[in-house]
């Protein structure tokens, strides 16, 4: 009955106000941005299969381009517009334009390359922003006005079509024993998509944890209430364990909100745009599909072993937080000590975003690997690509790793040291200096 006492008072002094309110925006923020995104992205592939055109010519030749745009699928809008081209612009409402100048097709017909005039509009820097420009669109017409040269030279369709793709070119990706009719670009952008996500929520949650519980214990140590606590008719092990548990549930509401934020986030800004750039493009085989046939898709029991290996990482990450938060003696200090936890989460998650670890060179995994953090980074990797003998190794790493952390732990709770463990940083040593000197 003690414990469970011990147990809510440390989970009130986490669960506030502050961190529910943070929370819930966290959660509004990040389904508002999935929204933005599934829209922006939406609205970007469609306009980049859109050609906005602007025909100054208006004769024949420049009614059968566009007829021919037509033919290929493109959707093609016409507008009647003149004047400067931020006139034109304001005029169609449209982001970019493509406009056909008078005399193009009588250049054509001279047998000269006619002049196509592109216009794209600019309102900010952001990336999102500026997704769609007239690269397809130019590319398709240049395509067509090469057919038109051709057919004036008496060269026939079967002809135009060789010389414009002199090559049928069949992709395909292979991983392991499987192998889908699909680029390993398209499958590529996806997987970087979906596998973001853990990276971040691992990382957050190391950020987190370690910073809420180093924070707490100091204060209680600055405070005196540690000392207070220590002397209450509870075992220490009973406060180290609801200490422990009460950051980890904490942690674990925090994972879960980011979890499903992020998925928002994340769908938002994929699930649209892929379904309707692979309709378009005309793909052989759907990303997602290929991504099940290939076995980059993860299983029930996947997402547990993954869960598993989060729950060491959390663990250890708050055994050492508990060590570290013992040692702080004012407030800067309690932002000073938690940096080896942000260097050892930081290392491997920027590594894991921007290589294959397994590729590494055998002394730098060697160091990589030996941060207990890392193996969560890589598990999904591990997992999709087959490679259980670097995953079950890891995660029975992780468990000695965590047993280790709370030995020393569950010793330093134990002693007086506790109460008078502290970084010094050559003050001691300074102190000693001045008494000889005075003597």
Not at 267 to 276: F, L, P, R, V
Not at 398 to 413: D, E, H, I, T, Y
Request: one cysteine or more.
């Amino acid at each position: 009955m003690k414990f469970f006492n011990l147990l809510k008072k440390e989970l009130a002094e986490l669960i506030n106000m502050q961190m529910i309110l943070s929370i819930v925006v966290s959660l509004v923020m990040f389904v508002i941005l999935g929204n933005v995104m599934s829209d922006t992205m939406e609205e970007a592939i469609k306009q980049e299969y859109t050609l906005n055109i602007v025909d100054h010519d208006d004769t024949d030749f420049t009614a059968n381009l566009i007829g021919r745009l037509r033919e290929y699928g493109a959707e093609v809008k016409l507008y009647n517009a003149d004047g400067e081209y931020a006139d034109i612009l304001a005029s169609t409402g449209q982001e970019s334009v493509i406009i056909l100048p008078e005399g193009f097709s009588d250049t054509v017909e001279s047998g000269k390359s006619p002049e196509v005039v592109s216009v794209e509009g600019m309102k900010s820097s952001a990336m999102m922003s500026n997704l769609n420009d007239n690269s397809s669109a130019l590319s398709l017409i240049s395509s067509c006005i090469s057919e038109i040269f051709a057919e004036q030279f008496g060269i026939s369709a079967d002809d135009i079509k060789i010389i414009n793709n002199p090559m049928t070119i069949s992709e395909n990706t292979v991983v392991n024993t499987e192998s889908a009719e699909v680029g390993k670009s398209n499958i590529m952008n996806q997987l970087m998509t979906k596998s973001m996500i853990l990276p971040i929520i691992v990382f957050m949650l190391i950020v987190m944890t370690s910073q809420t519980l180093i924070s707490a214990i100091s204060n209680e140590k600055i405070d005196k209430t540690l000392e207070t606590l220590l002397s209450a008719p509870v075992s220490r092990i009973s406060i180290l364990t609801a200490k422990m548990l009460s950051a980890s549930i904490v942690a674990l509401l925090q994972a879960v909100v980011f979890m499903v934020g992020f998925s928002f986030f994340m769908s938002g800004a994929t699930e649209s745009a892929s379904e309707i750039a692979s309709t378009m493009a005309g793909q052989v085989m759907p990303v997602d599909e290929a991504m099940q046939k290939l076995g980059l898709t993860l299983k029930g029991i996947d997402y547990i072993l993954i869960g598993v290996q989060m729950f060491f990482t959390v663990m250890i990450c708050l055994s050492i937080s508990l060590m570290l938060g013992v040692l702080v003696t004012d407030t800067k200090q309690s932002q000073t000590v938690v940096m080896p936890l942000l260097f050892g989460a930081m290392i491997p998650y920027m590594i894991s975003m921007f290589a294959d670890i397994n590729t590494l060179p055998i002394v730098i995994r060697i160091i990589v690997y030996a941060i207990p953090f890392t193996h969560t980074f890589s598990g999904m990797s591990n997992i999709m690509f087959g490679n259980m003998a670097v995953f079950w190794g890891g995660m029975a790493y992780q468990a000695v790793a965590f047993v280790v952390c709370l030995f020393f732990a569950v010793k330093l709770f134990s002693s007086d040291k506790i109460l008078t463990a502290s970084l010094n940083f050559g003050k001691k040593s300074k102190s000693k200096k001045n008494t000889g000197a005075e003597e």
